[in-house]
């Protein structure tokens, strides 16, 4: 497939310097845009019989890089954090909601089922059932769509979703033959027998289990299969640092001009109040050139600086149907509208998600490329959005991997992650979907526009791509 592509993607490779033009354009437009206060005048989503779900208010807890601030706490600690924060923003009743659902990665092992640990230690009743799903990157988004399809159905009609990643602190395993004699010395009745096994450990038996961000199904790392994505779609070292640079330099800017309404203060026990993300670092051109690959070497083009990072932190929604958040005197943000999941092969096209999903949601929606007001795609890694934007922008891909008859073409640079993105905001595998949808919404409030699309990858071939409406101010 490599091969194969590098050379029809050569035909529509795009300028080395695109990204400083459409990032100083970014910047210069963002002001334009905010001035539209008025929601475009299109035709509504919503479709009779069909319950309204709309998102009421979203909140996350700084996100900060794995091994600072956060570094002595537990996932339940930043999920219950973020969902503290949630109470204390929409004054909801602690027994207001009918269900909890969170999403996680890389599971703690005392606290398997985070969502009811969190609910309890946030104060929730203990009447509320909470569950966790785990769904790689998109395992809040799989927590909000598993909320609308609650409420959909009329089983509910007020769930809490979020997810929570804590990446300073995960599971190291022994060795499986270590395991399975500490296992056995469990079992062991008699003194020889517990001898015996003790005597049976060789130093090889104490090498650790890592947890490593890889493929089961490939054992290949993600970032060695963004690289391998980016040299198959011919994506370059300078493109790539390109649009990780814009993305620093917009996050800081919507940090500096207060537009990232959906960070919550939080005191850390026995450290200060954490009160904005810390992984925002506008480089330059010339310091990041000087970093070398960091996973294939030493040709390889993805290196620390175009990567998103290791990431502590929360997020939580609060979603219900509309008559419910009505009645309760609440005013939505937005609406929940189609999405989609899709999968697709994890070795070669491994983060094709927002490619594969992005026409399918805005077919169920009814929709083109060009009614869409606002995009946030997940950005794991420059090359990795680089990809799909070129993917997005082939008929040849679309009509020899999708069975589709021409392309869905490309976003707008100028209304796409115009506040930043996982390379520069931090991405806490399964806290970035709260991020997104409530990104979407404010963005949605601030430009005036109607529709936005949230589109993200994720582990195993699997993506996730969902249109929002904005709710009529």
Known sequence: MASMLLNSMRSCSVSPSWAVRIGARSLSTTAQLQAQVQTKSKKTLARPGVKNVVLVEGVRTPFLLSGTTYADLMPHDLARAAL???????????????????????????????????????????????????????????????????????????????????????????????????????????????L?????????????????????????????????????FGVSRLEQDEFALRSHSLAKKAQDDGFLQDVISFKVPGRDIVSKDNGIRPSSMQQMAKLKPAFVKPHGTVTAANSSFLTDGASAVLIMSEEKALAMGYKPKAYLRDFVYVSQDPKDQLLLG????????????????????????????????????????????????????????????????????????????????????????????????????????????????????????
């Not at 599971?107 to 985070?114: A, I, R």
């Not at 936005?452 to 709710?471: K, N, P, R, S, T």
């Open 196 to 232: 015996g096994l003790l005597g049976s450990i060789r130093l090889a038996h104490l090498s650790p289990e890592l947890p490593a961000v890889a493929e089961f199904s490939t054992a290949e790392t993600m970032g060695h299969s963004a690289d391998r994505l980016a040299a198959a």
């Open 84 to 194: 503290q924060g949630l109470l204390h923003r929409t004054g909801l009743p602690k027994d207001a909601v009918d269900y909890i659902i969170y999403g996680t990665v890389i599971q703690e092992v005392k606290t398997s089922n985070v969502a009811r640990e969190a609910a309890l230690g946030a104060g929730f009743s203990d009447k509320i059932p909470a569950h966790t799903v785990t769904m790689a990157c998109i395992s809040s988004n799989q927590a909000m769509t598993s909320a609308v399809g609650m409420i959909a159905a009329g089983q509910c009609d007020a769930v809490v979703a979020g997810g929570v990643e804590f990446m300073s602190d995960v599971p190291i395993r022994h060795s499986r033959k270590m395991r399975k004699t500490m296992l056995s010395l469990n079992k062991a009745k008699t003194l020889g027998q517990k």
């Open 354 to 473: 927002p490619t594969y999903g992005t026409p399918k949601a805005l077919e169920r929606a009814g929709l083109s490329m060009s009614d869409i007001d606002v995009f946030e795609f997940h950005e794991a890694f420059a090359g990795q959005i680089m990809a799909n934007l070129k993917a997005m922008d082939s008929d040849w891909f679309a009509q020899t991997y999708m069975g589709r008859k021409s392309k869905v073409g490309t976003p707008s640079m100028e209304k796409f992650n115009l506040w930043g993105g996982s390379l520069s905001l931090g991405h806490p595998f399964g806290a970035t979907g709260c991020r997104l949808v409530t990104t979407v919404a404010h963005r949605l409030q601030k430009e005036g526009g109607q529709y936005g699309l949230v589109a993200a990858c994720a582990a195993g071939g699997q993506g996730h791509a969902m249109v929002i409406e904005a709710y009529p101010q």
